[in-house]
């Protein structure tokens, strides 16, 4: 959120992904003839099963119609930033044996080859192939390998390649079983938004795979979960699978579990309407919209939060707010007023939260003094205002994960750690009434599906997904997510294309994700559980003034109706529909006054009528 004019804050960050081309090589060879007894060993080398068999980095791969060499299918796999779009699968195989590997591919600096050979390892490659053209390379396995990978992958910065009719020819080696079928599936004691589930381990299994309702919702190398994120006094199905190299077993015999009575898991603001409008009030400072008095605040707006207690340093954690001066607001009310306003705007059923953060107000707490001086003076400021609660907007570099910090269920980063430490500090005090929310960018949190942190070999972003531990820690405390669905550059989908903001495909592809969930940064043993639709607000600037990827309201109807009914949803295809979608934030209040109260009247119409 900004004070003055509209940043181009999104596309810098972005830009930090840009990898740079190196030259490569590779090792081809010409193929001998097969043996009568070998066998193609590749599983869905033709895709004709979409990726079934294969593990793309990233969520870079996707089965496509069109181009094909042969059948019906083929992979398409597209490198971004720091991801070269590697498509892999291991394959059995026996020791001292040759064996030749073979893939039709289209694009430029497209990449065959195998590893794990236990001899030398091979790739081949092509700098530019505008046809189908034929890869193929050899390898012999070493004394003791009954395994080797066999992958695709293309290079940095480019654009998708495509490849098909992937085959490995040789002798076979001991035959992978699919995993028994795992038992004993019970379900442990509910709360209102999460249930715990385990089972027997399966004899052959490497992992396993949780279904609710038939929808995959997480992965698993042990024989327990918690599944998070569920809604309160709802009735839940739940199965299980085992998987190995050859595949996924049949799912369990179903167990059901009812969550808990409790709003949802103990987020404040359970009597919040059934779709809410939150919009940021610029109570401290002036910009080109104007002052907007607190009690001059349409009945529209039913969370305002107040923007922003800001840190006396970026490590202090001691966070002031004070109304804006009157050489800059002229027409600011007295503290008296201001307070008094507050109070009728909860009378009449209205949330009001101070905003921590905002682009200005980094926020860091390096340390755990500057954590318990963050409860304490955010504290002070929830109690001399008598607020509801707090919304987290921290930007810019208030969170970033260190070297190592690879687990978003397990944060190390103390950045992270006295976060949540704080907040949770904040909802013992104030108890379940104690209203929060969180106002990240999409770079924090949506992109943590492509990277996550500085990653496996470091030179990334740090920032990259750095949200995503908070809102999980927090999730059953948390009334609201809003991201800001603006200031953004493009991001990929779980559909694995890019969305650009400013149209309801960006909004329709990114809430998707929120309410989803997703695996972090390609990782399908670190899915990020989808939140409940009552806790997502989609987040959009009032105007063309407040922010880049200002959306019309024609546009944020197309959204609503997509996502809350399944209608006007373009190429997108959601995996849901979510009518209980809580409702719209905006940046903010004071831009819809300047821009004539378009935001909240569409608003007004869609859901109020």
Request: glycine share 8%.
């Given at each position: 959120m900004e004070r003055t004019g509209p940043p181009a804050r999104m596309t810098g960050l972005l830009a930090a992904f840009s990898a740079v081309l190196?030259?490569?090589?590779?090792?081809?060879?010409?193929?001998?003839?097969?043996?009568?007894?070998d066998a193609d060993l590749a599983r869905n080398g033709t895709f004709e099963a979409g990726l079934t068999g294969w593990d793309c980095t990233g969520g870079s791969g996707a089965a496509v119609s069109t181009p094909v060499h042969g059948g019906t299918s083929a992979l398409k796999a597209t490198p971004a930033g720091s991801d070269n779009a590697k498509c892999s699968q291991t394959v059995k195989v026996k020791p001292d044996s040759t064996y030749t590997l073979s893939a039709w591919v289209q694009g430029s600096y497209v990449y065959l080859g195998a590893a794990g050979t236990g001899t030398t390892d091979v790739s081949t490659w092509t700098q530019s192939a505008g046809d189908w053209k034929q890869?193929?390379?050899?390898?012999?396995?070493?004394?003791?390998?009954?395994?080797?990978?066999?992958?695709t992958h293309g290079w940095y910065g480019t654009?998708?390649?495509?490849?098909?009719?992937?085959?490995?020819?040789?002798?076979?080696?001991?035959?992978?079983?699919?995993?028994a079928v795992p038992a004993g599936l019970r379900a442990g004691t509910?709360?209102?938004?999460?249930?715990?589930?385990?089972?027997?381990?399966?004899?052959?299994?490497?992992?396993?795979?949780?279904?609710?309702g038939g929808t995959k919702v997480l992965s698993a190398t042990g024989t327990s979960v918690t599944v998070t994120g569920l809604a309160a006094s709802t009735a839940y199905s739940f199965q299980v699978t085992a998987t190995n190299e050859a595949g996924e077993s049949a799912k369990s015999a179903a167990v059901s579990a009812t969550t808990t009575a409790g709003g949802g898991g103990g987020g404040g603001g359970s009597d919040l309407p059934a779709h809410a409008l939150v919009g940021y009030l610029h109570s401290s400072f002036a910009n080109g919209s104007g002052y907007t008095r607190m009690a001059d605040v349409p009945d529209s707006w039913d969370v305002i939060d107040l923007a922003f207690g800001e840190p006396t340093s970026v490590t202090s954690g001691d966070i002031r707010f004070?109304?804006?001066?009157?050489?800059?607001?002229?027409?600011?009310?007295?503290?008296?007023?201001?307070?008094?306003?507050?109070?009728?705007?909860?009378a009449a059923g209205k949330k009001v939260l101070i905003s921590i953060g905002g682009q200005n107000g980094q926020v860091q707490l390096a340390t755990t003094a500057a954590r318990d001086t963050f409860v304490s003076s955010v504290s002070k400021i929830i109690d001399d205002y008598g607020l509801d609660g707090l919304d987290i907007d921290f930007e810019g570099h208030s969170l970033s994960l260190d070297t190592g910090d690879t687990d978003f269920r397990s944060p190390t980063t103390p950045v992270v750690v006295n976060l949540i430490s704080a907040v949770k500090t904040l909802k013992a005090k104030?108890?379940?009434?104690?209203?929060?929310?969180?106002?990240?960018?999409?770079?924090?949190?949506?992109?943590?599906?492509?990277?996550?942190g500085s990653g496996p070999w470091g030179g990334q972003d740090p920032r990259a997904g750095a949200y995503l531990p908070v809102i999980h820690a927090l999730r059953d405390d948390l009334t609201l997510l809003h991201v800001q669905d603006y200031n953004s550059g493009s991001i990929m989908g779980l559909d694995n294309q890019y969305h650009s903001m400013g149209g309801a495909d960006f909004h329709i592809a990114m809430t998707d994700m929120l309410l989803t969930g997703f695996p972090v940064a390609g990782d399908q043993t670190k899915i990020f559980p989808g939140l409940r639709p009552d806790q997502v607000a989609i987040g959009l600037p009032a105007s063309t003034q407040a922010g880049n990827g200002h959306t019309s309201p024609a546009e944020v109807t197309k959204a609503l109706n997509c996502l809350t009914k399944k209608t006007d949803c373009g190429p997108y295809a959601t995996h849901g529909t979510w009518s209980g979608l809580r409702g719209l934030m905006t940046w903010s209040v004071n831009w819809d006054r300047f821009n004539n109260w378009e935001f909240s009247k569409n608003f007004d119409a869609y859901f109020v009528g």
């Open positions: 190196l030259a490569a090589g590779g090792l081809a060879a010409t193929a001998p003839s097969a043996a009568a007894a890869l193929t390379t050899t390898f012999t396995t070493g004394a003791s390998t009954t395994s080797v990978t066999v992958y654009p998708a390649y495509y490849a098909d009719d992937l085959t490995l020819v040789g002798p076979g080696g001991d035959p992978v079983v699919l995993p509910p709360t209102s938004s999460s249930v715990p589930l385990s089972w027997t381990a399966a004899p052959g299994a490497t992992g396993y795979t949780i279904y609710r004070s109304l804006c001066p009157v050489t800059e607001c002229p027409n600011v009310e007295s503290a008296a007023e201001f307070k008094a306003a507050i109070k009728a705007k909860q104030y108890g379940e009434k104690f209203v929060l929310t969180m106002a990240p960018e999409t770079f924090f949190v949506q992109l943590g599906y492509q990277y996550y």
